[in-house]
């Protein structure tokens, strides 16, 4: 069994059928990626892990425990962050109120994230630290929402489109902090539509269409895929 495994998930929303039977398995400490076009099931994937949309039918197993079922602020208190892909900073507070906020101290770990510990992996976040949340760019909303996230002390991160609208130099520094991140011990789930930038993070890939899993594989497997790229991701 694997740290967060998804086994034959089926997701609604109304009567719509979403999800069709996906099944994921994610080891610590890995860095793996979703990929697949607007519409493929990502978000949904997403939304249901943390409980925001639970599966119909199938489980979501995280640590040897069944999630699916348990209301969203149970599943992150159980050590899953969720990184939305509309960058949920709150505007009218600091870059340090952000992070403050997020403290959780009721729960006890061995190496607690601290705002110090932040600001070595997100050092433009110390230098905007009295900012408001609305006078920061797009790049750094981003940086801001992941590091907040962090604040409650996830074993694993979920980040849905991170890349998304963010210029090629903000990719790449984004890049390197989630690979900095990982070296922290923080098991991580891109979900994504850039191909070249989950290369350089991930380790593995699962493609998703239409709501179910296409191919799975290792990066380097998928980058020298033709076929699964032109037909599922465009590329």
């Not at 960058?87 to 997020?102: G, K, M, Q, Y």
């Not at 976040?125 to 992941?146: C, F, W």
């Not at 098991?187 to 991930?202: D, G, I, M, P, Y």
Request: aromatic residues 6%; proline residues 4%; contains cysteine.
């Amino acid at each position: 069994m694997a740290f967060l495994d998804l086994n034959s998930v089926n997701t609604y929303y109304g009567r719509s059928h979403i999800l069709f039977d996906v099944s994921l398995s994610i080891e610590k400490g890995e860095v793996v990626s979703l990929l697949g076009r607007n519409g493929a099931g990502k978000s949904t994937t997403f939304r249901s892990i943390i409980g925001l949309t639970p599966p119909q039918s199938g489980e979501v197993v995280f640590k040897g425990e069944k999630i699916s079922g348990l209301r969203a602020f149970r599943i992150c208190r159980k050590g899953i962050g969720f990184v939305p892909e509309d960058r949920r900073c709150f505007p009218d507070l600091t870059v340090l109120e952000n992070l403050e906020v997020a403290i959780r101290r009721e729960k006890k770990v061995a190496s607690p994230w601290t705002v110090e510990r932040i600001y070595a992996i997100f050092p433009g976040l110390r230098e905007r630290e009295k900012n408001l949340g609305s006078q920061l760019s797009g790049g750094e909303q981003q940086m801001l929402t992941i590091a907040r996230t962090l604040m409650t002390n996830p074993e694993v991160l979920l980040l849905d489109e991170p890349s998304e609208g963010l210029a090629p130099l903000i990719v790449a520094l984004l890049a390197e902090m989630i690979l900095q991140i990982r070296k922290e011990g923080v098991t991580v789930l891109l979900a994504e539509q850039n191909l070249h930038f989950c290369a350089k993070v991930s380790d593995r890939g699962y493609v998703i269409d239409k709501g179910s899993v296409k191919y799975e594989g290792t990066m380097s497997d998928l980058l020298t895929n033709e076929e699964v790229k032109e037909k599922y991701l465009a590329v």
